[in-house]
């Protein structure tokens, strides 16, 4: 293994890492009390607040087994710091180093909920439906778009 793909590793976790710890903040905020519920200003209404616990997939699908969506967390978050790994180690590539990234870093933090307190912690609606997310919520879609326009130039 080269040097370089060590520190890319290194940067790549310590990046993850970052974020994951970024959303877990806000969570912690929002679970202690000290981020109110309400409109975000300067949104125009567009953005709120809104403390949800998620205790299944998405949109609270599946929320009576807990249990297996933390298994099912823990692995995909295992089999993305695979695909991290295998990148890293065999690509020299900055776009899909920081999508993996963003989606470790996304994966982790929502993992993390999971595991320590059973459930995921939503707190931003969004537009017109008024779904639920979080921070690592966007840092995963992001990850993924930013892995799709790389697959998309390259064989394009």
């Known amino acids: ?6 520190f890319r590793l290194l940067g790549i976790g310590t990046f993850a890492t ?5 959303d877990n903040s806000i969570k ?3 679970e202690d009390g000290e981020i109110d519920n309400g409109v975000i200003e300067h949104t125009k209404g567009f953005a709120e607040i809104e403390k949800h616990h998620n205790k299944g ?5 599946f929320s009576n ?23 890293a ?7 899909t180093d920081m999508a993996n990234a963003f989606i470790l870093g996304g994966a982790l933090s929502n993992t993390y909920d999971r595991v320590e307190r059973g459930y995921v912690v939503d707190y931003l609606k969004v537009g017109r439906k008024r779904a639920i997310y979080n921070l ?14 790389k697959a998309i130039k390259d064989n394009g």
């Open 65 to 87: 087994k807990t249990k297996e969506v933390t298994a099912l967390s823990v692995f995909v978050m295992f089999f993305q710091a695979l695909i991290t790994l295998n990148d």
């Open 89 to 95: 180690l065999e690509k020299d590539d900055a776009v």
């Open 57 to 61: 997939l998405m949109l609270n699908k």
């Open 18 to 22: 970052g974020l994951a710890m970024l």
């Open 1 to 6: 293994m080269k040097k370089t793909n060590i």
């Open 136 to 149: 690592s919520d966007f840092f995963i879609i992001f990850g993924v778009i930013l892995r799709l326009i």
């Open 28 to 30: 912690n905020s929002i």
